[in-house]
């Protein structure tokens, strides 16, 4: 299947990998992983969203790469790993861990960051031998873990039924998203995006967003519609910083706050003002610095961390 290139220049484009790896799951899914920066680094291993792909980690693995070693992959069915049929949480889990092994040396421990269906990945994961040897400290970007079409608010209507099943219709379409278009840009943009964001990484966005096969993106709505992953929270041991943008419509704040308050060990709140669900590349600065900051403390030691609410 031939897929739209996701950003061709510029600083969203996806950087050249060191390597290129094919990580095989538990369930003989093919993964494409892909590995940045220097090989004796300390890790860092990125995991994406619904409906995107390695390059949404684009400005963070130019950041990161001189002094770490980052690891990215897509997800089943987005990307360059291959569609599957099967399309569960513990299936976003058991990829993670093969991930993990294929990449790191036993034992070896990595900041795993996860942004949207890549944090419930973790998530899912918590709970896992492979990610309890390998996981030093966590970033969840704009995620929950759970009643993400009821807590929604991409439908612009007051909260309860009607628009729980709005949006459960809109976000589990299987129309095809056609051409990157202005009218495209406008409807990603309002649904994903603060108000704010620069026409770059809108563009930037839809074109990673449009390049995901609807059947694929049809096949995961359908596991977001249903999660239930608190359970998953309350196994995620390992020190763990939660950050979402104010303006977060797919799954706004009260998600990222209901985390904070269930981690065994949070590290702290960051909700930026004007930013929404996109915070990798609406906000690359500050999630990158995030990451450098859990680096330093909890896989090099070089650093404090300087997480604290609000921003």
């Not at 220049?9 to 494409?32: F, I, K, Q």
């Not at 439908?155 to 379409?173: D, E, F, I, N, Y």
């Not at 278009?181 to 406008?186: D, E, F, H, N, R």
């Amino acid at each position: 299947m031939s897929r739209r290139a996701p950003a061709a220049t510029g600083p969203c484009a996806p950087p050249v990998p060191a390597r290129t790896l094919t990580a095989v799951s538990a369930d003989g899914a093919r993964l494409h992983v892909e590995v940045h920066g220097p090989e004796d680094a300390p890790a860092v291993v990125l995991a994406h969203g619904w409906t995107c792909s390695t390059a949404f980690w684009a400005a963070q693995i130019r950041e990161l790469a001189a002094g770490h070693r980052v690891i990215v992959y897509d997800q089943r069915g987005h990307g360059r790993s291959p569609a599957n049929p099967v399309c569960t949480t513990d299936a976003l889990a058991d990829d993670l861990e093969a991930v993990l092994a294929l990449t790191l040396a036993p034992g070896e421990k990595a900041v795993i960051a996860g942004h949207s269906m890549g944090g419930m990945t973790v998530m899912a994961a918590a709970g896992r031998p492979g990610f309890r040897e390998h996981a030093a400290a966590v970033l969840l970007c704009s995620t929950g873990s759970s009643r993400l079409v009821a807590e929604s608010r991409v439908v612009p209507l007051r909260a309860g039924r009607l628009r729980t099943w709005l949006t459960g219709r809109v976000l589990g379409s299987r129309a095809p998203l056609g051409p990157v278009t202005p009218v495209a840009k406008s409807v990603l943009k309002y649904a994903t995006m603060g108000a704010g964001c620069a026409p770059d990484r809108v563009e930037t966005c839809a074109r990673i967003v449009h390049a995901c096969p609807r059947a694929v993106r049809h096949a995961w709505s359908r596991v977001l519609a249903t999660l239930d992953l608190d359970h998953g929270v309350r196994r995620l041991t390992v020190p763990t910083a939660v950050l979402c943008g104010a303006s977060d419509r797919l799954t706004p704040p009260v998600h990222a706050r209901a985390l904070a308050a269930a981690l065994p060990h949070c590290l702290g709140l960051t909700e930026l003002t004007g930013v929404g669900h996109m915070t990798p590349i609406e906000a690359p600065e500050t999630v990158t610095g995030r990451i450098r900051e859990l680096v330093g403390t909890y896989v090099t030691g070089a650093a404090p961390v300087r997480i604290k609410e609000g921003a």
